[in-house]
Every structure is written in C-alpha cells, then in structure tokens.
C-alpha cells in the first residue's frame, strides 16, 4: 500500500505545530488543544492502516481548574503521547531526514570549502550554503537537491 506522503507530512507538521504550543503552556492544556491532537492521531491511523490507540489520550482527563469554566488537563497527559508519537513517525517514516541532510552538508561545507564551478576554490560558508538549488525531477518526479550547480546529493 502507497502511503499519501504529502498528507502524512501535514499531519507531522501539526504534531509539531502541537508540541511548540503545549510547550507554551504553563501546566495545563485546553479541551481544544487535545481534540484536535486526538483527531490528527485518527486521521494518522487511517492513513498509515494502523491501530495507533496506544497513543490516544485517555477519556476523562479533563476538569475545570481555578475560576474558568474552560475544560483543560495537566499537560503531562498529552506530552506522554505527543512526543513518542512524533518519534514513531520520524524513525517509522523518516519525516525528519531533510532537515539532517541540509544541517550535515553544511557541516562539510564549513569545514572543508567547495570549489566552484569556474575553477576558483569558495572558503565563505554563507557564500556556499546560499548556493543551494532543490526542487522535484520532471522526468521521474524524486527530489533533489543541487549546491553550486553540481549535483552533491542523489535522490531521497
């Protein structure tokens, strides 16, 4: 079964989206926060065909705290399944490659320079790392990405 790898990484993006916006909560997380999490969990589930219940938020977490008349829950809850759930999706569907591959290439690029494609040799990291092209194949629809002009990285 082909997985609709555009819409599993806009589903990631919302986990994420999730994870920075629990991370500005104090302890507590609002009803809301938490049904669009458990939505985003079902819409993963039916797209990747797997039972992902273990990480659904339990049922009755929510309470009404201090003088709001708001339902939220202790922000425990939802980190215990967020987080190991954005790890299932990054090593299972390697969702976090792309950023590696670009933090890796300018490693190499500071500490070794890139000759240019007129022969002259570029020791500036910054005039380096702007050089960078990407883009999708036309003729077989795979990404690539291209530095300077010359091809550094194949297809992923």
Same mark, same amino acid.
């Given at each position: 079964? %082909? +997985? ?7 589903? $990631?993006?919302? &986990? ?6 629990? /991370? ?11 049904? %669009?999490?458990? /939505? =985003?969990?079902?819409?993963?589930? +039916? ?9 659904? #938020? ?8 201090? $003088?709001?008349?708001?339902?939220? /829950? ?8 967020? +987080?190991? &759930? ?8 390697? &969702?976090?490659?792309?950023? /590696?591959? *670009? !933090?890796? #290439?300018?490693?190499? *690029? ?9 022969? =002259?040799?570029? =020791?500036?990291?910054? %005039? *380096? ?6 883009? +999708?194949?036309?003729? =077989? ?5 291209? &530095?300077?002009? $010359?091809?550094?990285? !194949?297809?992923?």
């Amino acid at each position: 079964m %082909d +997985i609709d790898m555009t819409k599993l990484r806009m589903l $990631y993006g919302s &986990l994420i989206g999730m994870r920075e916006a629990l /991370a500005l909560a104090s302890e507590l997380f609002y009803k809301t926060l938490g049904d %669009d999490y458990s /939505a =985003t969990v079902q819409d993963l589930a +039916i797209l990747l065909s797997q039972d992902l219940s273990r990480f659904q #938020l339990p049922e009755k977490i929510y309470d009404k705290y201090g $003088y709001e008349s708001l339902l939220r /829950a202790k922000k425990g809850f939802l980190e215990g399944k967020l +987080i190991p &759930l954005i790890s299932f999706l990054e090593y299972g569907y390697h &969702l976090n490659e792309e950023v /590696a591959e *670009v !933090g890796t #290439l300018y490693s190499q *690029v500071q500490n070794v320079g890139v000759n240019s494609p007129f022969g =002259t040799s570029r =020791t500036s990291t910054d %005039d *380096v790392f702007h050089k960078w092209y990407s883009g +999708i194949s036309s003729s =077989t629809g795979r990404r690539f990405q291209y &530095l300077g002009g $010359y091809k550094c990285r !194949g297809s992923f």
